[in-house]
């Protein structure tokens, strides 16, 4: 593997085997195992945005690994009243033996990891989601027993969104497909489309359905457009994941959500809660598995 993970780019099919069956082994066996190879070493987990699942599953997951956490509010860090990115990074890189950074800025990210000697992982920018897509594939994986050219997803709402943008890295390394339905206003970007014949834009919600077997969403509102709120809420009321969807997909078709849900705006009650549709909470289980396997492998 390369030194950071900040996007799906970053990742070889060989590496995401590597990763899948090490976190499946973690999952098994937690526990049962011991095995610490963060022993001895400190990771700090740099957040700018609130977080459950993102900041509890690192936490446990570096312990569990053998090493200590460390919790930084970026609000209470020096880069929070103008340090320059590059510093921080020159700085941690002498403290700590891994970055964990959830923020706002992609191109934060980017700078971080090139100026720092210690891995960085992309714990969510505005642009990308690595950690949760790799969860999200783990949990297909365990469902379907690939992830490849016989799994179609379909994600609704924001086209442009961090979980859109990295579920399009991931049908470009898997071969899986991929539709991505979404007005106009936020159709999925074109390059990432581009050259990939089993990725597509669908603005009709029932033709996008037509044989899934993973609907995908994400709340309409995310962290930082607060502001657009009103506009959200309208352009994006015809991609709700609802029962009528389903009824246009294969027959064992599941429902995918990163959390927190809203019901009644991205999701429907009906499907959120239906035991023999949603596995959104595999899904968030697998986030720790996952998470664990990629630390293991970038953290030395």
């Given amino acids: 593997m390369k030194k950071d993970l900040l996007t799906l780019r970053d990742l070889t099919l060989d590496d995401l085997h590597g990763i899948f069956e090490l976190a499946a082994k973690l999952k098994a066996e937690r526990n049962k195992m011991n095995y610490t190879p963060l022993a001895g070493k400190s990771v700090g987990l740099i957040f700018a945005k609130s977080s459950t699942r993102t900041r509890v599953s690192f936490e446990v997951g570096v312990g569990e690994l053998g090493g200590r956490p460390l919790y930084l509010d970026q609000s209470r860090m020096q880069v929070g009243r103008g340090e320059t990115v590059a510093d921080t990074a020159k700085v941690l890189s002498r403290y700590l033996h891994g970055i964990v950074i959830r923020t706002f800025s992609h191109a934060d990210v980017e700078e971080l990891a090139r100026e720092a000697s210690i891995p960085v992982i992309n714990a969510l920018t505005d642009e990308y989601h690595p950690c949760q897509i790799l969860a999200d594939m783990l949990t297909i994986k365990a469902s379907s027993g690939e992830v490849d050219t016989s799994i179609r997803v379909a994600f609704y709402g924001d086209g442009r969104s961090n979980i859109a943008n990295s579920l399009m890295l991931a049908a470009r390394l898997t071969g899986m497909e991929m539709v ?49 709120k009103e506009r959200r809420m309208k352009i994006f009321r015809p991609y709700q994941v609802n029962e009528a969807l389903f009824e246009r997909a294969r027959p064992n078709a599941k429902f995918l959500h990163c959390l927190p849900a809203h019901r009644g705006e991205e999701v429907s009650s ?18 720790l598995h996952v998470q664990k396997a990629v630390m293991a492998r970038l953290i030395k």
């Fill in 180 to 228: 991505v339905s979404a007005p106009a206003e936020e159709r999925p970007a074109e390059e990432l489309m581009a050259g990939a014949p089993n990725i597509c834009w669908e603005p009709d919600p029932l033709k996008a359905a037509e044989g899934v077997d993973y609907f995908y969403t994400d709340v309409w509102v995310s962290m930082g457009f607060e502001d657009e």
């Fill in 270 to 287: 009906g499907v959120m809660d239906d035991p023999k549709r949603s596995i959104v909470f595999d899904e968030a289980e697998n986030r």
